[in-house]
């Protein structure tokens, strides 16, 4: 079994995913934040062009709008890489235990949508690429707490109201259920 959580930063991924895998040992944890064999390529990018991803130096991948024709490419580099980590690490795993996912690739699509890479029939056919998880959740607070909760200062409300109903949209469009944060009980258990 594969349960995936999507949301924004600061909506309580980490924090469900490491509850979940503490205390279920039919549970083991898989963080998504980097990439699988594309890793050591970002890294070279990063210090080539100067970028530490700890301070809030501009990146250029992660500017809003259009993209140059070569960037445009980047997408289904990306979508290869979590396909080959779906297929040689995720799905194997998942005969012997249970996977919580803390992000999945549904956050990757959202990030390209934003950031301009990915344009209407582009993010369909992504979406629908993408490798249905036994159970997806999408967890949600509002734009204002999240970014009360980010902890690098680099964003304004505007990102995350956008990401809010980025992320509202996919869960109409793959009936994704949506867990509002603010309300949730830890102590709930899931209908797996």
């Known amino acids: 079994m594969i349960l995936t959580l999507s949301g924004m930063d600061g909506s309580g991924k980490t924090t469900l995913s490491l509850k979940i895998a503490a205390e279920s040992d039919r549970f083991v944890r898989v963080s998504r934040g980097g990439y699988f064999l594309l890793e050591p390529i970002m890294r070279s990018i990063?210090?080539?062009?100067?970028?530490?991803?700890?301070?809030?130096?501009?990146?250029?991948?992660?500017?809003?709008?259009?993209?140059?024709?070569?960037?445009?490419?980047?997408?289904?580099l990306v979508l290869a890489d979590d396909l080959i980590h779906y297929w040689l690490v995720l799905k194997p795993v998942s005969v012997f235990y249970?996977?919580?996912?803390?992000?999945?690739?549904?956050?990757?699509?959202?990030?390209?949508?934003?950031?301009?890479?990915?344009?209407?029939?582009?993010?369909?056919?992504?979406?629908n690429l993408i490798p249905s998880p036994t159970k997806a959740l999408i967890l949600e607070v509002e734009p204002s707490i999240a970014l009360e909760r980010e902890t690098a200062e680099k964003h304004v409300l505007q990102f995350y109201t956008d990401l809010h109903g980025l992320y509202r949209n996919l869960a109409k469009e793959k009936s994704i259920e949506i867990i509002d944060m603010l309300y949730y009980s830890y102590d709930r258990r899931f209908s797996l």
């Open 46 to 76: 990063r210090y080539l062009k100067g970028i530490d991803s700890k301070k809030s130096t501009k990146n250029p991948f992660l500017s809003k709008g259009d993209k140059p024709w070569l960037f445009k490419f980047w997408p289904w």
């Open 98 to 127: 249970n996977i919580v996912c803390d992000r999945y690739m549904y956050d990757r699509l959202i990030g390209l949508k934003y950031h301009g890479f990915l344009g209407e029939r582009a993010y369909a056919l992504y979406k």
